[in-house]
């Protein structure tokens, strides 16, 4: 194979594992895990947040449930002593106080049942929050699956193209591989470029006419390079 038909397939073998390698770094799976990653963190924040507040308020209404049991102790307790006692002075204030410790019993009741209310609506917005994120968790499953197996045919493709090109670079005669290796480091990609309507398909500049003729009139062994990206120029 002559030198530029080697050179050619080089380009090509550079160009194609450069985009193996960019599919590979920007995976459009890739963005839209990300995006759900984000909105499942919000989502796993907010059902923490709303099991905490149902937390507080059954604590909340325990401490309810504790108070109103004390109340009804100390009605029962009332409520003999009224029975037993014979002096009317002592009848009229236990009297007063059963009706007040009744009131207060009421009211007890009514703050807990409105505590317990509070706590079932609160679980039932986390059993919804849970159920709202399950879709989404499959889908992060799923999409960290492909991620993983286009990886690993992107980075197998990648490898073959490399030792492909590795194959290529090494039947360049040494000077001109190195020419070609130097080209490619400094500009990126691939060493060489193609001619295309009088322009270098590397950096898309279009050649003044003496730097045309120049390397249409080239020798076979002749090196011309791009003036602005330093690429090898081959048709
Ligand atoms: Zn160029």
């Not at 492909?164 to 060489?192: F, H, I, K, N, W």
Request: proline share 3%.
């Amino acid at each position: 194979m002559a030198e530029a038909e080697i050179l050619h397939d080089l380009i090509e073998a550079d160009r194609w594992l450069e985009r193996v390698r960019q599919q590979r770094e920007h995976l459009p799976e890739q963005d839209e895990f990300d995006r759900l990653e984000e909105s499942l963190r919000n989502r796993v924040a907010t059902i923490r947040e709303t099991e905490g507040a149902a937390a507080r308020v059954r604590q909340a209404y325990e401490e309810q449930a504790e108070q109103a049991e004390r109340l009804r102790q100390r009605h029962r307790e009332l409520e003999r002593a009224l029975h037993q006692s014979t002096g009317s002075r002592d009848l009229v204030a236990i009297e007063t106080e059963v009706r007040s410790v009744a009131h207060q019993c009421d009211e007890a009741d009514e703050r807990g049942l409105d505590l317990l209310a509070q706590v079932e609506d609160l679980e039932a917005a986390i059993q919804e929050q849970r159920r709202e994120v399950q879709p989404d968790l499959g889908r992060r499953r799923e999409l960290r699956e492909t991620l993983t197996a286009l990886r690993w045919s992107l980075g197998e493709e990648a490898e073959r193209l490399a030792t492909e090109r590795e194959q290529l670079s090494d039947r360049l005669p040494p000077t001109l591989r190195a020419r070609y290796e130097r080209a490619r480091v400094r500009a990126g990609v691939s060493g060489g470029a193609f001619v295309v309507d009088g322009r270098c398909d590397g950096c898309r500049l279009a050649l003044s006419p003496l730097d045309l003729d120049r390397f249409r009139r080239r020798q076979a062994d002749e090196v011309v390079e791009c003036p602005s990206c330093g690429r090898i120029l081959v048709s």
